[in-house]
């Protein structure tokens, strides 16, 4: 591989445009080839990328044609099944943005290719690379709060963006709101918890957002608050509070971890980790700080391009991923349950989906 790698992107939404600002401050990588079948997408992609990148309205053309090295697919989720088998037959490492897929079966049938996939294959969850969150996770691995019991993680946000096609207004696109977005934070749970679901309970719904909409006859069905709670192996427990019409709210998001001796908070964008201890009693705040220009590059607290880092580093010394596609298919799991649990009004065993 040359020491420069070029990557190739598949989808140039507002995701891939924000993948092509972060390659572009990133040492040894550029974007060498974009595609995408809308054409306001190519025209705004091709005014951040590079001078002569390629430009591809069918990404199987990209993937036939183009100088590339890595493969970045952030097309609608619902386009990911059918890209990733494409993007497999090349042999090249990958990167898919979450969800992994929209159903547990597309998921599972992809990380089953993953897992013989010669090239890496990464999920895009960026959330785990956001800077506070990282040195909360340190903190907690160095048994800062003892031995974790309850995880509460909050996103107080503004509603859906809208998207090409407006294909992220129903749930058959998206996966449903708790698949779509909440992936992320399902994928945290696991990751902090250092162990496996066993059940999930969520109660939600569409109350706010998107009510007075119409395309083509049809009203959007995507939940715009909910409450989980996810019980895992071992007893410890976490929950997600999401409410999408709280633009005015102090912070996006909100992770507290508390142990048997300690509590630890993180605040996002303030970018501040709060660690408190029990015995004794005492409270330090930390200030996270992250480079202006990576929190100019996106709108992830500076998570994707540490994220590309971390890939990079992947593809360059052949180490396994950070995030595999195993990891993407328990976090679609996760969300599947979460939004059969608020449909029927129950809680659901993950046993029922995985």
């Known amino acids: 591989m040359d020491e420069i790698i070029r990557y190739g992107i598949i989808g140039a939404g507002m995701m891939g445009h924000e993948h092509i600002r972060n390659i572009d401050i990133l040492p040894g990588a550029e974007v060498t080839a974009f595609a995408d079948p809308d054409a306001k997408s190519r025209s705004w992609a091709r005014a951040l990328a590079p001078n002569g990148v390629e430009e591809y309205t069918d990404y199987r053309d990209l993937l036939s044609k183009a100088p590339v090295d890595v493969l970045l697919v952030a097309s609608p989720n619902h386009t990911h099944a059918r890209v990733i088998e494409d993007v497999f037959a090349t042999g090249k490492p990958i990167l898919v943005e979450k969800p992994l897929c929209t159903t547990v079966e597309d998921a599972q049938r992809i990380a089953e290719r993953a897992a013989v996939h010669p090239g890496v294959v990464w999920v895009g969850m960026e959330y785990r690379f956001m800077a506070p969150l990282a040195r909360l996770i340190e903190e907690l691995r160095k048994g ?48 902090i918890m250092g162990s496996e679901p066993v059940r999930i309970y969520a109660s939600g719904a569409q109350d706010v957002n998107h009510l007075d909409e119409e395309y083509q006859g049809r009203v959007p069905d995507i939940l715009d608050n909910a409450f989980v709670v996810v019980d895992f192996e071992g007893g410890a427990r976490a929950m997600l509070d999401l409410c999408m019409f709280a633009e005015g709210s102090r912070h996006m998001e909100e992770i507290t971890a508390t142990g048997d001796e300690g509590k630890l908070e993180c605040f996002i964008p303030e970018s501040n980790l709060v660690i408190g201890k029990r015995k004794p009693r005492s409270v330090e705040i930390e200030e996270v700080s992250v480079e202006a220009k990576v929190l100019e590059s996106g709108t992830h607290h500076g998570a994707t391009y540490y994220q590309h880092l ?19 298919l328990r976090a679609v799991a996760m969300g599947v349950a979460a939004e059969r649990s608020a449909a029927e009004n129950r809680p659901v065993e993950m046993s029922e989906v995985l």
């Open 144 to 191: 800062t709060a003892g031995k974790l019991r309850m995880l509460a993680i909050r996103e107080h946000r503004m509603p859906f963006l809208t998207k090409v096609g407006d294909w992220n207004r129903f749930s058959e696109n998206t996966g449903g709101t708790l698949v779509e977005k909440c992936c992320h934070f399902f994928d945290l749970m696991r990751l």
């Open 310 to 328: 971390a890939f990079l580093e992947s593809v360059r010394n052949g180490t396994p991923p950070e995030v595999s596609a195993d990891d993407g």
